[in-house]
């Protein structure tokens, strides 16, 4: 007898996991948008898992089936934004308990965690990604209960040694937390590498069309605290729409082609400034010059994302100016869409960002690589 074939993440997320719509046989599934759901006679669920839409939705099944095996995990949650996944995890915390993070994080979530720690009573570290011992140097064992982490961080593209890190994080008794929308689980997949829980902002390239607002965790175990976990998203109310939820199962349909894209298209377009006479630097892990090249290429497989920053010379001023007259890459903040963004974080975050004032944060997209060059050469002249 012939072994059944393990199929490829590609072709698991081209097909939205072989799920089609067993009522008419639609190659599509189906959008569902009831609140709630009939019972019979006798006062029993039709279907026993669906009873009112903010406790389940068949519409959430899909994309949450998908994305968890695409990171080769047992179970993910959809929730209505990336910071609603986030903040959930940090909700199961008691006063007391201690969270180590990085300095540079996305800047919603930083403020965010700053703010909640002073009013629930937490302990925070924010540590320096670019050093090696930061994080052995902040976990205090027995208190520390979440360690957080980007990888690559948003938007220093600092490169942070997942493995190692959950090796700390676990003597110390505490969680690993991986928040991988940048890398997505084609390029990384955070649970091989130890990590307890990875966060999605799904608004970016799971999605991949700038067109929903969404995030989701994925688990590396359904324990209790995992269920902790779902039951919060129930209490708070925190759901994805229906028809967002059908979006982001349906972006996820070409989330291998416009990542892949993406990174071949970003690494060319480093390559080809690094060194511009305009530039100070260009930022992007997928060069040998960067000080995370070496892990990245350990756990990014297959590419090093579409993310990078340039440093302009003449300050915020130059930076500025170079935004301006960009005519191909858009202006406006987020990433992970088929367009080309580009950025002034600075701008963005305001004073207390740890972001330098000439750096312009760009997100490729998957236009043709040659436009982006020329679009950014005469914004450079």
């Not at 599934?29 to 939705?57: C, M, W």
């Not at 047992?74 to 915390?93: H, K, N, Y």
């Not at 110390?172 to 929308?181: E, I």
């Not at 002034?344 to 997209?365: K, Q």
Request: proline share 5%; hydrophobic share 45%; with cysteine.
């Amino acid at each position: 007898m012939a072994k059944k074939r393990t199929l490829s993440p590609e072709t698991i997320s081209a097909q939205a996991a072989h799920q089609t719509d067993a009522l008419t046989g639609g190659v599509i599934p189906a959008i569902h948008p009831s609140s709630t759901f009939v019972r019979d006679k006798n006062y029993q669920l039709i279907n026993s898992r669906h009873g009112y839409g903010r406790d389940e939705n068949p519409g959430f099944a899909i994309a949450e089936r998908v994305l968890a095996q695409l990171e080769g995990a047992p179970a993910a949650l959809l929730f209505s934004s990336g910071m609603a996944a986030a903040t959930t995890v940090l909700q199961t915390l008691k006063p007391g308990d201690h969270i180590v993070a990085p300095r540079v994080m996305y800047w919603g979530l930083r403020n965010w965690l700053i703010k909640f720690c002073d009013q629930w009573g937490l302990g925070l570290d924010l540590f320096d990604p670019t050093k090696p011992d930061a994080i052995a140097s902040s976990v205090r064992k027995g208190q520390t209960k979440l360690v957080w982490i980007e990888s690559p961080c948003n938007p220093s593209w600092d490169v942070i040694d997942i493995a190692a890190a959950s090796k700390i994080a676990h003597h110390a008794g505490a969680r690993l937390v991986v928040d991988s929308t940048v890398s997505t689980p084609v390029l990384t997949q955070p649970v091989k590498h130890g990590a307890d829980l990875v966060l999605h902002s799904a608004t970016k390239y799971l999605n991949g069309h700038c067109d929903i607002v969404a995030g989701a965790l994925v688990t590396a175990k359904e324990d209790a605290f995992w269920e902790n976990v779902c039951a919060l998203r129930v209490d708070a109310g925190a759901i994805l729409g229906s028809f967002e939820a059908w979006l982001l199962q349906r972006g996820m349909r070409t989330l291998f082609l416009r990542v892949r894209k993406a990174s071949e298209s970003a690494l060319t377009l480093a390559e080809h400034f690094d060194g511009h006479a305009r530039l100070e630097a260009v930022i992007y892990p997928g060069l040998p010059s960067h000080p995370g090249f070496e892990i990245a290429k350990r756990q990014m497989d297959g590419g090093f994302g579409g993310m990078l920053c340039l440093q302009v010379k003449g300050g915020a001023k130059g930076a500025l100016n170079v935004a301006k007259r960009c005519k191909v890459f858009i202006r406006a903040t987020s990433l992970g869409g088929v367009e080309s963004l580009i950025e002034h974080r600075y701008t963005i975050e305001g004073e207390g960002s740890p972001v330098p004032r000439d750096w312009l944060r760009l997100s490729i997209g998957i236009e043709s690589v040659d436009d982006l060059i020329a679009d950014l050469e005469q914004a450079l002249e």
